[in-house]
């Protein structure tokens, strides 16, 4: 016998559980909810391997929005997520993000940031003058001016957001089961079952596509096209001798980053014009292994220029992850999938997709529990701008 449920949610990491959980905490949900995962190591899933930090400093209302309801909701996770009265801690730590900039990207973070004043984010501007006070380990003679978030933006356990939303999403009756979706059965706009690897059929009231970087082939399975490849990204963790006091997440203006993770620092950057950018394929462990020569060429070289302590450091453990890059806009794709309407998107992440899964998991539930966005309405990134070729334009990609 084919078994059913209302709604069957593909991948089972970060969103995936955060849709779960959403789903079964609305009242107005009576529904029996299944999570089907791959891997319930999570081992490739981006969601363990990622640099789990959440920032308000975006370029367009609909990021900053959804962050800011990422970081009360990181902030109240105990309480949200606590199941029999033990209460997750993912050790949240709001040490900001430093944006730094030259003359030339200058007037862009001054835009930036009264946008995200203007949205209700902690972001101070900071002169040249006043980066150098506030923080003396910087080099500072080269830039402008610098953005920092006061409070709001930080990093924390990615792993523990992920392990919460899934042990609370099972406490409130979802269910999860390993296996891998490998086909979509769709009769005309909707999808009706799901095939799993070993040839079992699922029916499903409403499908969700939460499956990271194998999203592009699940959507494929349904006729759907999205813009979406898997990129391998790289952490390098490290330490240095000399105290950093204060390190908020610092991002220059090269596009390198480094903050803060125990007792010492992980950093790193997105390719950039020359250097070699390679997809991320689950199923090839070569795509796990790390370049460290992009460390040595890439990103040492940036570390130890802006932060002249950074020049003795020790290079500690690296690992790379897989981030869903949207080509069109760099920027998630989430709500029904055009003329498949029960079929519903949660895709394309970009290297941002762990702070904003309380948002989009939010999102999606009311999507399918009510129909639409109850409270905050997420239709700018939906699958119809990608049909229409219309970019959301988000000038602060890492
Ligand atoms: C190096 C790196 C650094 C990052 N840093 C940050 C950061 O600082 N802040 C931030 O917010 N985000 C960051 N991200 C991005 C963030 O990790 C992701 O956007 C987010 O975790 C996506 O969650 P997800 O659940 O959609 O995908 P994933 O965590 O990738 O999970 C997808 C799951 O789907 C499963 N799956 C795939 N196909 C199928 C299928 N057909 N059937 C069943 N299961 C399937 C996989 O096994 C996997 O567990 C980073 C990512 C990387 C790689």
């Not at 029999?84 to 949240?92: H, K, T, V, Y």
């Not at 909707?190 to 970087?213: P, Q, S």
């Amino acid at each position: 016998m084919n078994e059913s449920f209302d709604v069957v949610i593909a991948g089972g990491a970060a969103m995936g559980s955060s849709v779960a959980y959403h789903l079964l905490a609305d009242p107005g949900f009576r529904g029996k909810v299944l999570v089907i995962e791959k891997d319930p190591t999570y081992q490739r899933s981006a969601s363990a391997l990622s640099a789990a930090s959440i920032r308000q400093q975006f370029s367009s209302p609909v990021n900053i929005r959804i962050s800011l309801y990422g970081i009360r909701f990181l902030r109240e996770i105990g309480e949200r997520l606590a199941v029999d009265g033990e209460r997750p801690d993912i050790g949240l730590k709001e040490g900001g993000y430093l944006y730094l900039a030259t003359g030339a990207g200058a007037a862009v973070l001054k835009e930036n940031q009264e946008l995200q004043v203007r949205e209700g984010a902690d972001i101070r501007f900071f002169s040249h003058r006043s980066l150098a006070d506030r923080f003396p380990w910087l080099r500072t003679d080269d830039l402008a001016c610098g953005t920092w978030g006061r409070s709001g933006e930080g990093w924390f356990d990615g792993w523990g957001l992920l392990q919460a939303f899934r042990r609370k999403a099972r406490a409130l009756g979802a269910e999860y089961r390993a296996g891998e979706v490998v086909d979509v059965e769709r009769q005309g706009s909707r999808i009706v079952a799901v095939r799993l690897a070993d040839g079992e059929r699922i029916a499903c009231g409403a499908l969700v596509n939460c499956a990271g970087a194998g999203g592009r082939a699940l959507a494929a399975k349904a006729g759907v096209v999205i813009p979406v490849v898997a990129k391998r990204r790289y952490v390098f963790s490290f330490a240095c001798r000399e105290p950093i006091e204060n390190c908020p997440l610092v991002i220059d203006p090269t596009g390198v980053w480094f903050r803060p993770e125990g007792e010492g620092f992980i950093g790193s950057a997105s390719p950039g014009p020359g250097d070699e950018d390679p997809d991320w394929r689950d199923e090839d462990p070569t795509t796990q292994e790390v370049d460290l020569t992009f460390f040595e060429e890439r990103v040492w070289p940036v570390l130890a220029h802006r932060v002249p302590a950074f020049e003795a450091i020790r290079p500690g453990r690296a690992w790379a992850g897989p981030y869903d890059m949207c080509l069109l806009d760099h920027n998630a794709i989430v709500g029904p999938a055009g003329e498949v309407t029960n079929f519903y998107l949660c895709n394309g992440f970009s290297g941002h997709g762990l702070q904003q899964s309380p948002a989009i998991g939010r999102g999606v539930a009311e999507l399918i529990v009510h129909g639409a966005y109850r409270t905050l309405d997420l239709t700018d990134l939906g699958y119809e701008r990608v049909v229409a070729n219309r970019p959301l334009l988000e000038r602060n990609v890492i």
